[in-house]
């Protein structure tokens, strides 16, 4: 059965259980390796409450990118979404659904349409029935990218058309310039700080 992918790498994802302050999870690596445990930790964040995500990913599969955007979004998450290092390929469509995205000056996101590959040898019917499949499923998440990020800039869907079709590395900085994230400097966070002053003691 062919498989999609964009990246080799392993997978790192955990969570902070702190009840002080949002969920925190970080997603680093591909997302493909260990998407059940991915999927697990966006469910352990009630629905409706607040939860940071901290990307430095180079992508995975499609189908884990959008099963990530439909937790996010399907539960009502409020979600913050800082790309510490890397956010690639498959990786943007879930920062892409995030309620606020923060990016530092050393940030990088790779657009590009997805691709496919197959490491088994399989008849031309399913090789066809394969391309017309994705041929589709490339149409719609291309799509969805731009309906995520138009949510915050609707005059941003060229712009972000243009980059998947440029194979475009963006950085932090140009994101922030599209209004498509907020460029922060490398400091703490007030609402994590404020968030972690508030906890009881232990």
């Not at 999870?25 to 966006?42: E, P, R, S, V, Y």
């Not at 599969?61 to 409020?78: E, H, I, K, Q």
């Not at 399989?122 to 394969?130: F, K, P, V």
């Amino acid at each position: 059965m062919p498989t999609a992918k964009s990246s080799p790498s392993g997978p790192d994802e955990s969570v902070d259980e702190d009840q002080g302050g949002p969920t925190e999870i970080a997603i680093i690596g591909d997302l493909t390796d260990n998407a059940t445990d991915l999927i697990d930790k966006l469910l352990s964040v009630e629905p409706g409450t607040e939860c940071t995500i901290y990307f430095d990913s180079p992508g995975g599969n499609p189908y884990t990118a959008n099963s990530l955007v439909a937790v996010m979004r399907l539960r009502g998450l409020l979600t913050t979404g800082i790309v510490t290092g890397e956010c690639s390929s498959a990786a943007v469509w879930p920062f892409a659904a995030c309620d606020r995205r923060l990016v530092t000056a050393s940030s990088v996101l790779l657009f590009h349409p997805m691709k496919w590959q197959s490491e088994e040898q399989i008849g031309i019917r399913e090789a066809a029935e394969w391309s017309r499949h994705f041929t589709a499923l490339e149409e719609e998440m291309d799509q969805l990218l731009v309906d995520l990020f138009s949510r915050n800039a609707e005059s941003s869907a060229g712009l972000v058309r243009d980059w998947c079709r440029e194979h475009r590395y963006v950085t932090g900085r140009e994101l922030a310039a599209a209004g498509l994230a907020e460029l922060i400097e490398l400091v703490p966070l007030p609402e994590l700080v404020a968030a972690a002053e508030n906890q009881p003691p232990q």
